[in-house]
């Protein structure tokens, strides 16, 4: 069993920078696949970014590419997602999931999930 407990959201100005924790619990994170996903007000559930449990292989959708960075430390189980550049569109609330790859993460295959963190982003 995993737990997720995502943290660093928060209101700030469009071109400011966030960036998100997921801190896990349970034996099985460094083996996993992270992802984090966000939803906003209205919409569907939506990919946002995926590393390899080793880190060698990171996914990200393309609304995010070049402006958020995902990584994880293995050794304090916890994974992060920067953002950077932050637009009006990112508000959402943030949510990391853990899953067997990258690949199967993206399509819906998930394990675990985290409760989610609000991030607005304001003009």
């Known amino acids: 069993q995993v737990q997720l407990v995502e943290s660093g959201g928060g209101l700030v100005q469009a071109g400011d920078s966030l960036r998100l924790s997921c801190a896990a619990s349970?034996?099985?994170?460094?083996?996993?696949?992270m992802a984090w996903f966000r939803q906003a007000p209205g919409k569907e559930r939506e990919f946002v970014a995926a590393?390899?449990?080793?880190?060698?292989?990171?996914r990200y959708a393309d609304p995010v590419k070049g402006r958020f960075t995902i990584s994880r430390d293995n050794t304090k189980n916890t994974g992060y997602l920067q953002m950077n550049s932050l637009k009006i569109e990112d508000t959402a609330v943030y949510y990391c999931?853990?899953?067997?790859?990258?690949?199967?993460?993206?399509?819906?295959?998930?394990?675990?999930w985290g409760q989610g963190t609000q991030v607005t982003v304001s003009s």
């Open positions: 349970g034996r099985t994170f460094s083996s996993s696949a």
């Open positions: 999931a853990v899953g067997p790859s990258t690949d199967r993460l993206r399509v819906g295959v998930q394990d675990y």
């Open positions: 590393i390899s449990w080793g880190g060698g292989t990171i």
